[in-house]
């Protein structure tokens, strides 16, 4: 089945300890977005890539970075987590070209930090 | 700009019982809308979406929700909830454009009881 992976599933870090979390998708969309959940909020959006195009949310901290190497695989950067940044990562996709209203969720990564 | 009002925090219901979400919604243009699901610990799963085609809008696991104009609401009922549906619901609405921005509602809790 065509889907969206996040690993790892769990992640834990120190404070100040650079973290990397991963995103794999088999759907082929050209858009993958990142989001941060915390606990009992709803989903909020970091940024998104088009393609290779990069595009950041205004209030996204510069201490969040991504990177898309390919069509495939997009990562999220946490140069140096604060304890506020423990929270739920999602990632997304969709197709600009075919549905570009529907976004379709990995499982989530749950980023812990000590 | 596009805004979405889930009105129920927390839904408590008995096993067999209908279920009711409520869902307002503000768009300055014809939307795109959605209900999306989250069980604990896990992504965001996609109930349904409705766009423009048929007012009704039929989804998994038994769900539908009817958009209504004229009210600018989007609940999403089930006639008979199971205890596996217990769960976080997300109404969100589509921003629009190029690439669509996810407008979410706060999200309502559903506790089903047996």
């Known amino acids: 089945d065509a889907m969206v992976i996040q690993n790892p599933r769990y992640q834990v870090t120190q404070f100040g300890k650079p973290v990397t979390l991963s995103c794999s998708q088999t759907?082929?969309?050209?858009?993958m977005y990142w989001y941060q959940q915390k606990s009992s909020q709803a989903p909020k959006l970091l940024f998104h890539?088009?393609?290779?195009?990069?595009?950041n949310e205004a209030d996204t901290p510069d201490n969040f970075q991504s990177r898309r190497p390919n069509t495939s695989f997009c990562f999220l950067d946490i140069r140096s987590p604060g304890l506020g940044d423990a929270a739920m990562y999602l990632c997304?996709?969709?197709?600009?070209?075919?549905?570009?209203?529907?976004?379709?969720f990995g499982p989530g990564t749950r980023l812990t930090v000590l | 700009a596009q805004s979405v009002t889930q009105l129920d925090s927390h839904v408590s219901v008995s096993e067999g019982t209908p279920v009711l979400l409520r869902c307002n919604y503000s768009?300055?243009?014809?939307?795109?809308l959605f209900w999306y699901v989250q069980h604990p610990n896990k992504g965001l799963q996609l109930l349904l979406k409705?766009?423009?085609?048929?007012?009704l809008v039929k989804g998994i696991n038994g769900f539908e929700a009817e958009f209504k104009k004229s009210e600018t609401s989007f609940h999403l009922t089930k006639p008979s909830a199971h205890m596996s549906d217990a769960a976080e619901y997300f109404c969100?609405?589509?921003?629009?454009?190029?690439?669509?921005?996810?407008?979410f509602g706060a999200g309502t809790r559903l506790a089903v009881h047996p």
């Open positions: 997304a996709t969709s197709s600009r070209d075919r549905d570009p209203d529907t976004q379709y």
């Open positions: 759907l082929n969309h050209n858009v």
């Open positions: 890539y088009y393609d290779k195009d990069f595009n």
């Open positions: 768009s300055s243009y014809s939307p795109s």
């Open positions: 409705y766009t423009s085609a048929a007012t």
């Open positions: 969100v609405v589509s921003s629009g454009g190029g690439y669509n921005k996810l407008i």
